[in-house]
């Protein structure tokens, strides 16, 4: 698989996401308390923008009357119809076996790995001292 830097891992804090466009596809990073995640920003029901989605948490009730909240802003809500998504694994919370939204592997390489191959990006003879996000397709 190709990888494309899209972004300096500082310009995506946690709790945070950015829209970038990887050979023509519409992808949100999400960065999850330092944990990179990448989905179409697409939801697979009529195609709302996950991006614009908000993030929620799981409630789960073991019996009526007692709830418990977990994975806090791990889960994508789409702003058209609020279908959810597992931002980690790309499945609905409705549906897990039969409907995922499509992910895309990311990761952070340091800046130096980034001007050695095997990587589609332009480089130019400059120093690079920081973490750059990067994606693979």
């Known amino acids: 698989m190709a990888k494309y830097v899209v972004s300096p891992a500082k ?65 994508v809500r789409c702003p058209w119809h609020g279908w959810e998504f597992d931002i980690r694994t790309g499945h609905s ?12 592997n990311v990761g952070i390489e340091a800046g130096a790995a980034v001007t050695e191959g095997p990587y589609v990006a332009e480089t130019f003879g400059v120093t690079v001292e920081e973490s750059y996000v990067v994606i693979e397709i």
């Open 11 to 75: 310009d995506i804090p946690p709790g945070g996401r950015k829209l970038v466009e990887v050979r023509g596809r519409p992808i949100v990073i999400f960065n999850l308390d330092g944990e990179y995640f990448g989905m179409l920003n697409r939801c697979p029901h009529q195609g709302g923008s996950l991006c614009n989605g908000q993030l929620v948490g799981l409630v789960q009730s073991t019996e009526p009357g007692e709830y418990h909240f977990s994975r806090q802003d791990e889960i």
């Open 93 to 104: 919370m409705c549906e897990p076996d039969r409907i995922q939204a499509t992910r895309y």
